[in-house]
Structure formats: structure tokens, C-alpha cells
């Protein structure tokens, strides 16, 4: 697919306070799952009707776990989810939950980095789904060239990481020190010139960061990164078969105006939606579902 960057006008960007809503996983064991989310990643339940439960923080859902054990585990170098990031505001929130998910029995630690953005932590849950735990380094301390923001993977040490922002108090309760959101959705798929044509040039989310043909960051209101897409696990991958693991991804645009906006250009490039004035799905080239709805939905 080529690109068209001539399609994307300044009105058709995406608000720059547009953020992420919550992640729905498709699982087949919804009692492990929520169990990992409550009690590891320290999220509490918000809702559980029949076979949904919803997990976050307050009144903000994180994760929504949808029980379809009639769907088989995704088979290696299928599109989908690479993680769900779930970004805290400060250094003491962040290092609570992560002793809190390292002492949980059997939790999968697969690393830490320093991204200069932010620092951050990594895990699978029980299903194999990644997830990344972080906090933001203030933006004043992001560095910014021709348009694109510095990022690296630097070696962060997680011992001395909770030496200095573990406390009493988040050891004993990680959810009394605030809130928690997705901060930003990272994908795997079959290629980077496709993912910049549908979320950059149809989407309308602006290019913050790209690695070659292997990853591309983007973002509205020059956020680090709202949602990524790589290839490392998945190059060539086409659309997925309905599978376990990520059913749908949740994006919140200011006002309906800008959900009505959206649909009609998403119409005008001949994509298949399902809009209902304040919502609006559709899939992106590898079959991901994608809902974007107004904040006041």
C-alpha cells in the first residue's frame, strides 16, 4: 500500500488531547485473568457482569476481559496485541505495582527500560498478552528533532529502581497512591508502510517516532506515543482469525463533532464502520477492532 500524505489536512488530525480508553482481551479463563490483573498488576475490579469483568482504577477501566474460551490462542507471527501500556503518575505508583506483580506467584517479568520519555517495566500476563507498566518523565524533559521525539531502550535496573520509590505505604495498598490509565497501545503487524498509511494518513494520529520499516510511534498532541506498531514478531502477518488475546482497542476523541468527523472520512476512504453518533469501529488492515468514542459517550 502507498502512502498519500496529501490526504491528511491539519482538520483531519486527531484533537491533541485525545487519549486512550480501555483494552479488551478476549480470554479463556476469565477467573486466572482477573485474578493477574486484581492482584498482581494491583488494578481492582470495577464491574463483573456474567462473563465480563472490567479492572482499573477509580471510576478509569484499564482492561475489559471478555470470556470466549471458544477461541483458540493466536498462532505464532499473527498480527495483535504487542502490549497494553498502563501509564502512572508518579515514580511511587509505579514501584508499587511492580512489587506487587513481582511477588505474585508465577508472574512472567520480561524486563525494564529506560526509554528517556519515561521509564518502564514489562510483563506477560498468564495468557501470554505483553503489558507494560510506566511513568512519563515530565515532557519539558523530552527532546524533540525534525518533528520526532528521542526515545532509546537503556538498561534500568529494577532493584535500584524500588530502592528509591518503594514505599510503606504502596507496598501495603499500590492502589491508594492515584489513578492508572492506558497511557498507549502498541500492536505487532505485517508492516510499517501499511500501519503509517491507516492510523497517520486515514486515522489521523501525526508520526512521533519511527525505527525503519520495523516500528512506528504515533500520537495526537505530540504525546510521546499514543498507539505503535512493529514487526519483530509479525512481519508479513495479514489479517487475523478472531483469536484469544486483543479484542478491541479504545480511543476517546474530545466530542461527538469529532466522532462524526472521523467516521465520514473513514467512510470516504471506502472503510466498512459501525457508528452510533458518539462511537464509531472499525478494523484496521490486520483485522484489529478499533472503537473511537467522545469522552462524553
Not at 470470556?67 to 508518579?90: C, M, N, R, V, W
Not at 531502550?153 to 505505604?169: A, C, I, K, M, S
Not at 492506558?182 to 500492536?187: P, Q
Not at 503509517?196 to 517516532?209: D, I, K, M, P, S
Amino acid at each position: 500500500m502507498t502512502t498519500t500524505p496529501e490526504l491528511i489536512t491539519p482538520k483531519d488530525l486527531l484533537a491533541a488531547d485525545t487519549s486512550m480508553g480501555a483494552v479488551t482481551l478476549d480470554v479463556a479463563d476469565l477467573d486466572v485473568m482477573t485474578a493477574y490483573y486484581r492482584d498482581a498488576i494491583a488494578l481492582q475490579v470495577l464491574s463483573s457482569e456474567g462473563s465480563q469483568v472490567t479492572l482499573g482504577r477509580g471510576t478509569e477501566p484499564v482492561v475489559i476481559l471478555r470470556h470466549s474460551p471458544e477461541l483458540k490462542a493466536a498462532t505464532p507471527g499473527q498480527a495483535g496485541l504487542f502490549h497494553t501500556a498502563i501509564l502512572y503518575d508518579t515514580q511511587e505508583a509505579l514501584a508499587a505495582t511492580v512489587a506487587t506483580a513481582a511477588q505474585y506467584p508465577g508472574v512472567r517479568f520480561v524486563g525494564s527500560s529506560d526509554h528517556l520519555v519515561s521509564q518502564a517495566f514489562y510483563f506477560d500476563d498468564p495468557e501470554g498478552n505483553g503489558i507494560e507498566l510506566y511513568w512519563d518523565r515530565d515532557r519539558t524533559q523530552w527532546s524533540w528533532t525534525h518533528g520526532q521525539v528521542e526515545m532509546s531502550t537503556l538498561y534500568l535496573d529494577p532493584n535500584q529502581f524500588l530502592r528509591e520509590h518503594l514505599t510503606e505505604q504502596g507496598l501495603a495498598d499500590p492502589t491508594a497512591l492515584g489513578g492508572a490509565v492506558v497511557g498507549h497501545v502498541h500492536l505487532s503487524v505485517g508492516d510499517v508502510a501499511t500501519a503509517q498509511e491507516f492510523y497517520v494518513h486515514r486515522l489521523g494520529f501525526e508520526t512521533t517516532a519511527s525505527v525503519g520499516n520495523q516500528a512506528l510511534f504515533v500520537s495526537a498532541g505530540k504525546y510521546h506515543h499514543h498507539m505503535a506498531m512493529n514487526v519483530w514478531n509479525s512481519r508479513g502477518a495479514g489479517p487475523r482469525q478472531r483469536t484469544l488475546g486483543l479484542g478491541q482497542v479504545d480511543i476517546v476523541v474530545p466530542t461527538a463533532d469529532e466522532v462524526g468527523a472521523l467516521t465520514e472520512r473513514m467512510k470516504h476512504f471506502g472503510l466498512q464502520t459501525r457508528d452510533d453518533g458518539r462511537t464509531v469501529s472499525f478494523d484496521d488492515p490486520w483485522a484489529n477492532l478499533i472503537n473511537v468514542r467522545s469522552a462524553d459517550a
